[in-house]
């Protein structure tokens, strides 16, 4: 099964495509992000590779803007243990999300992988990839669900939070102040395939 789907960022002024596979082991995620903050014009793509359980296995990001190209090719256990060109990382031990502000796609991951009943909550420790800073660090969140479709969501220490609609399938409909879907399509495209490789 494949969703298309198309974000507009409301703060970084962006708009998103993003297609989101299921194979058979799992589930496979290629996107493009373009937009325009703080007088910048940035790309950004992304593929992320998840286990049957949401767990992240594997991503790959390449960025543009400022002049300046970056990239970052991590893999992961998917029990929250990080390796770049076969290293392992400690700094980002026990990390078991990726959290990328520029898309609302990365909440979905969590959200899918907890998977909470109504009213449960999770304190989680993300691998936060703030692009436009050029910085990776390690942070900690926290997601509520307070009804069938949505989440409250907020950092910790809470210096943000945000009540996140979903659809059924765990995909952001609205993030209020920051991104609102525009379109969200069944489609067939050929497998996804990372677009770096």
């Known amino acids: 099964m494949q969703t298309n789907l198309l974000w507009t960022g ?9 297609l989101v596979n299921r194979v058979d082991d799992g589930v496979e995620i290629t996107s493009t992000i373009l937009g325009t903050y703080d007088h910048i014009i940035y790309q950004v793509d992304y593929f992320i590779r ?43 031990e026990g990390c078991m999300d990726i959290d990328i502000p520029l898309t609302p796609l990365t909440n979905t991951l969590p959200i899918n992988r907890l998977n909470l009943k109504p009213w449960e909550e999770a304190e989680i420790q993300v691998l936060y990839l703030d692009l436009l800073r050029q910085e990776i660090k390690p942070v900690r969140q926290k997601y509520a669900r307070v009804s069938e479709k949505v989440y409250h969501y907020e950092n910790v220490p809470n210096d943000f939070e945000a009540d996140i609609i979903v659809d059924d399938m765990g995909f952001v409909v609205d993030y209020p102040t920051l991104f609102k879907r525009t379109a969200a399509v069944k489609s067939r495209y050929p497998h996804s395939i990372p677009y770096m490789q």
């Open 10 to 18: 409301i703060e970084y002024h962006s708009l998103e495509n993003c």
């Open 50 to 92: 998840l286990n049957s359980s949401w767990e992240t296995t594997y991503f790959e990001i390449e960025s543009r803007h400022s002049n300046q190209g970056i990239r970052f090719v991590f893999e992961s256990t998917g029990a929250g243990t990080w390796m770049a060109n076969g290293n392992v990382l400690p700094e980002f």
